[in-house]
């Protein structure tokens, strides 16, 4: 079983719409929860992070985090085309950061 | 300069050739790690530093040697590699050392790597 699962997309939305993006991890006394975009031939950026159960937002963006069903969500709002990406899902499990392989979002204008 | 600068962008290289990667983060921060990325597989950890010194060697061939002169620079010197090393090398730095989870990563731009 993979430490960090993501499907790989791509996922397609139109402009304007919600693109829900969702990780799974497998040790359940993992800590610190981080979302990661990359753009075609660029580097890892962070853009969220959540530690508690709930909802965390920052503008367009909305981090899910169920600890009991160890899961994690991002949800971007009003998707632009500018949001077309691989989001990459990390998780801090045991003082170790583990990615996921990635998601890749394509927002249609 | 700020944040973290990788050279070279692109690396073509023979099997029996020796190169570097260069790193340099201008954050103060405390820890420095270098990542591979292959298409469509999860960043693999590579090498950890914190404070200068190597604190995690993610059982990686002895091909691969890493080096940390200071806090601010971090070196990858590669020898006779295998066409299967092609991928892309990210360097990134944290705040926290190795006694803090190492969240909040800034990547470098990377270097294409490609073994021929």
């Known amino acids: 079983q993979k430490e960090v699962e993501q499907n790989s997309g791509p996922l397609s939305v139109p402009e304007g719409a919600i693109a829900s993006l969702n990780c799974t991890y497998s040790?359940?006394?993992?800590?610190?929860f981080f979302w990661y975009r990359q753009y075609s031939g660029k580097s890892p950026e962070l853009i969220m992070f959540?530690?508690?159960?709930g909802d965390k937002e920052d503008g367009r963006f909305t981090a899910q985090l169920n600890k009991a069903s160890q899961y994690v969500s991002l949800l971007i709002r009003d998707s632009q085309p500018s949001d077309s990406a691989t989001y990459l899902c990390?998780?801090?499990?045991?003082?170790?950061?583990?990615f996921g392989a990635g998601t890749i979002l394509r927002v249609k204008s | 300069e700020t944040g973290v600068t990788q050279t070279p962008r692109h690396l073509v290289m023979g099997m029996t050739n020796k190169k570097s990667l260069k790193c340099e983060q201008h954050?103060?921060?405390?820890?420095m790690y270098w990542y591979k990325q292959s298409a469509k597989k999860p960043l693999e950890l590579m090498f950890v530093?914190?404070?200068?010194?190597?604190?995690e060697n993610n059982s990686v061939p002895s091909r691969f040697s890493p080096e940390c002169p200071n806090s601010s620079h971090l070196f990858l010197h590669l020898h006779t590699l295998q066409p299967e090393d092609s991928a892309l090398y990210l360097c990134?730095?944290?705040?926290?050392?190795?006694?803090?989870?190492?969240?909040?990563?800034?990547f470098g731009s990377g270097t294409q790597l490609s073994v021929l």
């Open positions: 990134a730095s944290s705040q926290g050392t190795h006694r803090t989870p190492n969240e909040k990563l800034f």
């Open positions: 040790d359940r006394g993992s800590q610190s």
């Open positions: 959540i530690y508690s159960n």
């Open positions: 990390a998780v801090i499990g045991g003082n170790k950061l583990v």
């Open positions: 954050l103060g921060h405390n820890a």
């Open positions: 530093y914190s404070l200068e010194e190597r604190v």
